[in-house]
Every structure is written in structure tokens, then in C-alpha cells.
């Protein structure tokens, strides 16, 4: 990836969501479902802020807002601004 995220962005890629049951059983017909709003983070920028945060790998909840969307080597990366993220899945 060529692209490096400036002050208090962040760089991400979406994930997929894999439906699960209780057992752990994976259903097939739900894994290629993707929330829009959760994202992984693959680069972090400068910024105070986000820096003390956020961290390359983790899973993020962002508004919508703020987001741009750019194509590297034919995968899509969103730029979110720091102030749009809502919250970090553990």
C-alpha cells in the first residue's frame, strides 16, 4: 500500500462480517455481508490524537462522514478523518 495518511486520519479497508452462531458455526449464506461502518485500520497518521488511539490493526466504527475513498492497486481504502470515529471493537 502507497498510501500514508496525514495528521489526525486514519487509513482503512473493509472487513467482512462473519455471522456466527453460539456454537461457533460459521453460516455460509451471511459471510460476505460487509457493515459499512466497520473498518481495519492499515495506517495511522502523525496526529496527537489519533496516534495515542488508534493502532494499525484495529477494528473501527466510524459516522460516514468525513470519509474519502481512494483505489490503490485495485483495492479501495477509505481516509476517515479522526473526529469520525465512534468507537473501537475489542
Not at 477494528?59 to 490503490?72: A, C, E, L, P, R
Not at 485495485?74 to 468507537?87: A, P, Q, T, V
Amino acid at each position: 500500500m502507497s498510501i500514508q495518511a496525514i495528521g489526525e486520519r486514519v487509513v482503512a479497508k473493509e472487513v467482512k462480517i462473519e455471522e456466527k452462531t453460539q456454537s461457533g458455526i460459521i453460516l455460509s449464506g451471511m459471510s460476505n455481508k460487509k457493515n459499512p461502518n466497520v473498518v481495519e485500520v492499515v495506517g495511522i497518521g502523525s496526529g496527537e490524537k489519533v496516534s495515542k488511539e488508534i493502532s494499525v490493526g484495529d477494528k473501527i466504527i466510524h459516522s460516514g462522514y468525513g470519509i474519502t475513498k481512494v483505489n490503490d492497486n485495485n483495492e479501495e481504502f477509505l481516509i476517515i478523518d479522526f473526529e469520525n470515529i465512534l468507537g473501537i471493537i475489542k
